[in-house]
């Protein structure tokens, strides 16, 4: 959601009032922190690949037009920002099950609902990484189908077919997932 | 299953099946226990995702942020474009020496500074030596050549397809 003032905000900024832009760090930290993450699955490295798209975002904040959303213009450059890190990974340590899914329990730490996150996060892996972040950032909820093509710089019916082909795909690893493990018990 | 089908469910979790065709699944939802299935899947999918929790920073992320505002000024490096007119650059300076090389323009002004610079007491102070000068141009030209395809491939195609790569 965008800020209230926030084209003033940006025109603040623009003259160099770094107060001003604290308040748009603040505002988007959160979401610009969660899709560095989901592309590089590290914590340490999303972190420093957020605040290098920050400053990306304010030493070229002259070039926003006001086209698109000032929130899509800073999620794109987050989204370049983090695959330009991920060219640089070495190794990847962690798994993409313990990471790249990140839920949240409350209330329902049941042996059934741990099983199906894990499923599903079996079956994410299955996909290639554009479609799991196309699904991932479909699902946060945040964003609409619009928002999501233009954070990847792709056209609509192609983050929709892929959203959709991903979401297809999922349900059917799940299908067989859940067939196998009801075979083993 | 029918891929029509698929989406027809996904549309009728994110509530956008107008009603009529709502209805219409949802008669067939009653009949196909295969469907209702399926249907479950899509919604296991929608209710795990939707748990997405939205990530938080280190709490002096805010702060690291400003503080390098100035102090981590990001060079413009090599963009394509600067990388695309390097390497034309290269190429032109490339074909001029070529050019000026094939119609023995260096080769004549070599030997003439030779004829004028060279005094008798210093051809005797100075050891004889040869140097074929269109051998050391012809592989300066080679060399500049290398450099300028090795430009081309880091900062044009390099990044031309791993962006490919990268939208599959």
């Known amino acids: 959601m965008s800020l209230p003032n926030e084209p003033q905000l940006i025109d603040r900024v623009r003259t160099g009032d770094k107060q001003a832009y604290r308040m748009l760090v603040d505002h988007y930290k959160s979401y610009a922190f969660t899709i560095a993450l989901k592309i590089l699955n590290q914590r340490g490295e999303a972190e420093e690949a957020a605040q290098d798209a920050f400053i990306k975002a304010y030493q070229y904040l002259h070039t926003f037009k006001g086209d698109s959303k000032f929130s899509t213009w800073l999620y794109r450059i987050v989204f370049n920002t983090a695959v330009s890190y991920k060219r640089k990974q070495k190794v990847v340590f962690t798994e993409i099950e313990s990471r790249t899914l990140s839920l949240t329990h409350e209330g329902e730490h049941t042996l059934e609902q741990e099983d199906k996150h894990r499923y599903v996060a079996k079956a994410l892996k299955q996909l290639n990484e554009a479609d799991q972040l196309a699904v991932q950032l479909f699902y946060l909820q945040e964003f609409s189908l619009e928002e999501v093509a233009g954070i990847m710089q792709q056209p609509v019916n192609t983050v929709k077919v892929r959203i959709h082909r991903a979401r297809q795909r999922l349900a059917n690893e799940l299908t067989l997932l859940l067939k196998k493990e009801a075979l083993t018990l | ?168």
Do not use: C, W
Not at chain 2, 63 to 88: C, H, I, M, Y
Not at chain 2, 112 to 134: D, H
Not at chain 2, 139 to 163: C, E, H
């Open chain 2, 1 to 168: 299953m029918n891929s029509s089908l698929d989406e027809k469910m996904m549309d009728y979790l994110d509530g956008l099946l107008p009603a009529e065709e709502r209805a219409q699944l949802e008669r067939e939802l009653l009949t196909s226990p295969r469907l209702r299935e399926r249907l479950e899947m899509f919604r296991l999918l929608a209710q795990t995702f939707s748990k997405q929790s939205v990530q938080q920073p280190s709490k002096d992320f805010t702060e690291s942020v400003l503080s390098d505002l100035n102090r981590k000024r990001l060079s413009a490096g090599f963009s394509p474009r600067n990388g695309f007119l390097l390497f034309v650059g290269v190429v032109v300076a490339v074909l001029v020496v070529s050019f000026f090389l094939g119609n023995g323009f260096y080769g004549d002004q070599l030997n003439i500074a030779t004829k004028e610079l060279a005094l008798p007491q210093l051809k005797q102070s100075i050891p004889a030596f040869n140097v074929n000068s269109n051998l050391i141009i012809n592989g300066i030209l080679i060399v500049a050549s290398a450099i300028s395809f090795v430009v081309l491939d880091r900062t044009v195609l390099k990044p031309l397809f791993q962006k490919r790569m990268h939208q599959f």
